[in-house]
């Protein structure tokens, strides 16, 4: 079956979307991302962010089902794949909020979560059924809604005699504990803390806007890594929480970034201290939690370009083989575009594919909603 992921994530670089055939196997067909226009970029920044009016969220909902629909196509287009093979797409949407830990709310305790872009739009305007919708399911079933892809991260990395770990560096930084021969039950998954988005929130600051991201790490590499700041922020009460565990921009957004600031600190110290504090919460979530000693970190998402923070999760892992998921076949810019389409499929099949033990759901659960075509 052919299907195309979509996925738009936390650091919101734009819209990623992967072409597989699932088989058996699972194979990329093409993979493409599409920037968002800066001024659609800033209306999500408001958006997760801040208060913001309904009818921004509204419109925004309706406008990235466009966008997400145009993208599809224009990977076709350069990917030289015609449209009509395309049998499913599967779409995460835009996160604008994510409250994956229950809150008191007229007696009783919610969590809660939004993801934007109407699939209806992206059906009507391409003619293929859409499942969107992924994750309300996963917290009607008292789960936190997050993470998901570690149900693809089974299928993909699961081996009989090695201890695997799958981590993806995107906005947010997750893991996939896999134990060697494991069941479904077995596996642990949780968000560490940010991946990549204080780094590029303090790029963005640093430079104007002119640069969104750290290319290489060099302002990293360029700055001081303030110890005692790295101490205060590791003092936080969710890297000790125990698993399952999500986290989003309420946490490490506009306001976590503000506080950063206020220290006054050269922007380069800061730069070196949020990748610190990415790479630290990243091993100490492994250590901390993870009840096997793993061979191997497979790592995907936009972090795996970063070789400052690659080496720094090296050497907090003394033994264990650090390698990107590329190397396993898996692009580690499409994996997660790849995810939901696997996903979109297991609902289409009417399977479940969350995992309980990653979630904390009470019970497995088909995720999503589907709109025919």
Same mark, same amino acid.
């Given at each position: 079956?052919?299907?195309?992921?979509?996925?738009?994530?936390?650091?919101?670089?734009?819209?990623?979307?992967?072409?597989?055939?699932?088989?058996?196997?699972?194979?990329?067909?093409?993979?493409?991302?599409?920037?968002?226009?800066?001024?659609?970029?800033?209306?999500?920044?408001?958006?997760?962010?801040?208060?913001?009016?309904?009818?921004?969220?509204?419109?925004?909902?309706?406008?990235?089902?466009?966008?997400?629909?145009?993208?599809?196509?224009?990977?076709?287009?350069?990917?030289?794949?015609?449209?009509?093979?395309?049998?499913?797409?599967?779409?995460?949407?835009?996160?604008?909020?994510?409250?994956?830990?229950?809150?008191?709310?007229?007696?009783?305790?919610?969590?809660?979560?939004?993801?934007?872009?109407?699939?209806?739009?992206?059906?009507?305007?391409?003619?293929?059924?859409?499942?969107?919708?992924?994750?309300?399911?996963?917290?009607?079933?008292?789960?936190?809604?997050?993470?998901?892809?570690?149900?693809?991260?089974?299928?993909?990395?699961?081996?009989?005699?090695?201890?695997?770990?799958?981590?993806?560096?995107?906005?947010?930084?997750?893991?996939?504990?896999?134990?060697?021969?494991?069941?479904? &039950?077995?596996?642990?998954?949780?968000?560490?803390?940010?991946?990549?988005?204080?780094?590029?929130?303090?790029?963005?600051?640093?430079?104007?806007?002119?640069?969104?991201?750290?290319?290489?790490?060099?302002?990293?590499?360029?700055?001081?890594?303030?110890?005692?700041?790295?101490?205060?922020?590791?003092?936080?009460?969710?890297?000790?929480?125990?698993?399952?565990?999500?986290?989003?921009?309420?946490?490490?957004?506009?306001?976590?970034?503000?506080?950063?600031?206020?220290?006054?600190?050269?922007?380069?110290?800061?730069?070196?201290?949020?990748?610190?504090?990415?790479?630290?919460?990243?091993?100490?979530?492994?250590?901390?939690?993870?009840?096997?000693?793993?061979? &191997?970190?497979?790592?995907?998402?936009?972090?795996?370009?970063?070789?400052?923070?690659?080496?720094?999760?090296?050497?907090?892992?003394?033994?264990?083989?650090?390698?990107?998921?590329?190397?396993?076949?898996?692009?580690?810019?499409?994996?997660?575009?790849?995810?939901?389409?696997?996903?979109?499929?297991?609902?289409?099949?009417?399977?479940?594919?969350?995992?309980?033990?990653?979630?904390?759901?009470?019970?497995?659960?088909?995720?999503?909603?589907?709109?025919?075509?």
């Amino acid at each position: 079956m052919r299907i195309a992921g979509i996925m738009s994530g936390t650091s919101l670089d734009g819209i990623d979307v992967a072409i597989v055939d699932i088989g058996p196997g699972v194979r990329t067909v093409a993979f493409h991302t599409t920037p968002y226009p800066a001024r659609v970029r800033d209306a999500l920044l408001a958006a997760s962010n801040a208060n913001t009016h309904t009818r921004d969220i509204a419109r925004l909902h309706f406008l990235l089902g466009e966008l997400y629909a145009r993208a599809v196509r224009e990977t076709c287009r350069r990917r030289r794949v015609p449209l009509r093979s395309v049998e499913l797409i599967g779409c995460h949407g835009q996160t604008v909020y994510h409250e994956g830990t229950p809150a008191p709310v007229l007696g009783l305790r919610i969590a809660s979560t939004l993801q934007i872009g109407e699939p209806s739009i992206i059906s009507e305007r391409l003619g293929i059924p859409v499942v969107a919708d992924f994750r309300p399911r996963d917290i009607a079933a008292g789960g936190a809604g997050a993470p998901l892809v570690p149900f693809v991260d089974y299928l993909l990395f699961r081996h009989p005699r090695r201890g695997r770990i799958a981590l993806n560096i995107g906005g947010i930084a997750n893991i996939t504990a896999i134990p060697p021969a494991a069941r479904p &039950e077995d596996v642990i998954a949780f968000d560490t803390g940010p991946g990549n988005m204080v780094i590029d929130a303090l790029v963005a600051g640093l430079t104007g806007g002119r640069r969104r991201l750290d290319r290489n790490g060099r302002i990293a590499a360029s700055g001081r890594i303030d110890r005692a700041l790295l101490a205060g922020l590791l003092r936080d009460p969710y890297y000790r929480r125990r698993p399952p565990k999500s986290a989003g921009r309420e946490q490490f957004g506009a306001e976590f970034v503000a506080r950063l600031k206020s220290t006054g600190l050269p922007g380069p110290d800061l730069v070196a201290t949020a990748t610190a504090l990415t790479a630290s919460t990243i091993a100490d979530g492994i250590l901390r939690f993870v009840p096997f000693r793993p061979d &191997e970190l497979i790592v995907s998402g936009g972090g795996v370009h970063n070789p400052v923070l690659m080496g720094e999760i090296a050497a907090l892992l003394p033994g264990i083989a650090v390698t990107s998921s590329s190397a396993y076949g898996v692009d580690a810019d499409a994996k997660e575009a790849i995810a939901f389409a696997v996903l979109a499929r297991e609902t289409w099949l009417r399977r479940p594919s969350n995992l309980p033990s990653a979630t904390g759901a009470r019970h497995p659960a088909v995720l999503g909603k589907i709109v025919p075509n």
